[in-house]
């Protein structure tokens, strides 16, 4: 009589990892697709200069992506994401030009700012049981009046700051390598992105954010305070954005109080394209960083291809349902 031995079935677990693993790969694969054929359709695609600007669009992205990754792996959503950049940018403008302060002050100020808004939509979710996506929308209004207010509906030009534009679009690395000159604000993305893989991975913060996404409730039934946990992954979302104001207002040199608004949807469509799920409890930077970077080229690449600023609009809204539909593909395989 001949035995049959049986393989155990895989575990939802590992399941999960192969589906993360197989959406990194092919992020990383479209990556490369969208690369070639740019380079393929404009020769201008691939100069230095280009390259430098497509670096400089995935910094400001990329932050505000990494941000809004912490929120959506504990199952929740920030649509203030973009607004919040500019409030944090008006704030910096504020203690640096109009109070007069040193930079420092100026790069705690708009940090803070950003943490103190994001403690506050961290509070509505998690104490007042305001669904996220209702939470974010009223912050992302009340974040874009009060922008407008605060600088009195002008600019704030940061003319008389020295150093400032350095935070952004110099580069400490081209003067220690000249053939080099990586911005300053795409070492800073990477400093975030590392920071925040090392939360996600080696903390406790990290190891609670992964498990409210996947199941809050067992969560709260161990004996974990999820609602302190929770206001503390969107306080931290909060002054990462913060980061991210720093870095647009410098690339631009000034804080512009009507700007922001649609940063948001790049930033979600940049964490789905990087496998992580908008259900919650799975997500690496890793994939964010490669989703920011797809979204940046492809905007760049339209661009340069003279194609018109609607029809770009229009790519990405698609790019964002077939990110979200992957994303359902991906949980229902998974299952």
């Not at 009046?145 to 690395?173: M, Q």
Request: charged share 10%.
């Amino acid at each position: 009589m001949t035995s049959v031995t049986t393989q155990p079935a895989p575990s939802r677990a590992s399941k999960i990892l192969g589906a993360l693993m197989h959406q990194r790969l092919l992020a990383f694969a479209s990556l490369i697709v969208l690369l070639i054929v740019f380079s393929l359709a404009s020769p201008n695609f691939m100069q230095t200069s280009n390259m430098i600007a497509i670096l400089q669009a995935t910094s400001v992205n990329g932050v505000l992506a990494i941000a809004a990754t912490l929120v959506i792996i504990t199952g929740g959503i920030d649509l203030s994401v973009g607004t919040m950049m500019t409030f944090c940018a008006v704030m910096a403008g504020v203690v640096l030009t109009k109070a007069g302060l040193p930079l420092p002050l100026g790069v705690v100020a708009a940090i803070g700012a950003g943490a103190f808004c994001g403690l506050c939509s961290g509070t509505f979710v998690a104490k007042l049981k305001i669904p996220p996506f209702i939470a974010t929308l009223g912050m992302m209004l009340i974040l874009k009046g009060l922008s407008l207010v605060i600088s009195g509906t002008r600019p704030i030009y940061f003319n008389d700051t020295p150093g400032f534009d350095l935070i952004s679009r110099g580069s400490l690395i081209g003067e220690v390598l000249p053939f080099l000159p990586i911005p300053n604000g795409v070492l800073i993305l990477f400093i975030v992105a590392g920071a925040a893989s090392y939360i996600l991975s080696r903390t406790v913060l990290g190891r609670y954010c992964f498990a409210l996404g996947s199941n809050e409730e067992a969560v709260r039934l161990s004996g974990v305070n999820t609602d302190r946990w929770k206001i503390a992954i969107y306080a931290l979302s909060g002054a990462i954005v913060g980061i991210g104001g720093l870095l647009i207002a410098s690339r631009l040199n000034s804080a512009q109080p009507a700007l922001g608004l649609g940063y948001e949807l790049e930033a979600i469509a940049a964490v789905v394209i990087g496998g992580t799920s908008l259900s919650g409890g799975r997500g690496t930077i890793i994939g964010t960083l490669i989703g920011a970077l797809i979204m940046a080229v492809l905007t760049n690449g339209l661009r340069v291809l003279s194609v018109a600023q609607e029809w770009q609009t229009v790519v990405t809204g698609a790019i964002i349902i077939l990110a979200v539909y992957a994303d359902m593909m991906r949980r229902r395989k998974a299952n």
